[in-house]
Antibody, heavy 120, light 107 residues
Framework: QLQMQESGPGLVKPSETLSLTCTVS??????????WGWIRQPPGKGLEWIGS???????YYNPSLKSRVTIFVDTSKNQFSLKLDSVTAADTAVYYC????????????WGQGTLVTVSS | DIQMTQSPSSLSASVGDRVTITCRAS??????LSWYQQKPGKAPKLLIY???SLQSGVPSRFSGSGSGTDFTLTISSLQPEDFATYYC?????????FGQGTKLEIK
């Protein structure tokens, strides 16, 4: 059974870079049937798609974050990672990694989520 | 970006009720629409994909319908564990976008 786990600092200072990694177990990140993505949810608010990556390295970012976001994959470790530059308090959120189907785009598997707080 | 608008934003219902939540897209998305259930402190759970396909393991009281711009999620007979927040998501174009959520509460 596929499992996904986010890891990274829970506190980031304003203007610094948020870095998270998602470790995938029970399935291969090199599968051609899925994209691997990041979604975030500010406290008490709705869901925002950040971006996705295919095993080949092709990326798709939310234009609202594109200038600050990088997603990359490490197939040897079965991991993919998120970097978000120049963070502000508005980037405080629970960050989820998820696996999305290539045909229908559904996010059928999610990590448990990790709260990242931006504060000095 | 494609805007997804859910209605209602909140809903009170009783166990055993039939409940319908609607989701409208600002432009056509064919059937590239998914529904999720989220409980407090938990990750969203996929219920429906491709507008009407039931995810494996999801009870059959959940169903989805629609195409183009108008979609519905129906719960045929509410169970206590169904009280949660529900989101729709379109995957027709980048960025993928979510509705604002519908909070289903116990009456």
């Amino acid at each position: 059974q596929l499992q996904m786990q986010e890891s990274g600092p829970g506190l980031v200072k304003p203007s610094e870079t948020l870095s998270l990694t998602c470790t995938v177990s029970g399935g291969s990140i090199s599968s051609r049937s899925y994209y691997w993505g990041w979604i975030r949810q500010p406290p008490g608010k709705g869901l925002e798609w950040i971006g996705s990556i295919y095993y080949s390295g092709s990326t798709y970012y939310n234009p609202s974050l594109k200038s600050r976001v990088t997603i990359f994959v490490d197939t040897s470790k079965n991991q993919f990672s998120l970097k978000l530059d120049s963070v502000t308090a508005a980037d405080t959120a629970v960050y989820y990694c998820a696996r999305r189907g290539k045909i229908w785009g559904e996010a059928g598997n999610w990590g448990q989520g990790t709260l990242v707080t931006v504060s000095s | 970006d494609i805007q997804m608008t859910q209605s209602p934003s909140s809903l009170s219902a009783s166990v055993g009720d039939r409940v319908t939540i609607t989701c409208r897209a600002s432009q056509t998305i064919t059937t590239l629409l998914s529904w999720y259930q989220q409980k407090p402190g938990k990750a969203p759970k996929l219920l429906i994909y491709a507008a009407s396909s039931l995810q494996s393991g999801v009870p059959s009281r959940f169903s989805g319908s629609g195409s183009g711009t108008d979609f519905t999620l129906t719960i045929s007979s509410l169970q206590p564990e169904d009280f949660a927040t529900y989101y729709c998501q379109q995957s027709s174009s980048t960025p993928s976008t979510f509705g604002q959520g519908t909070k289903l509460e116990i009456k």
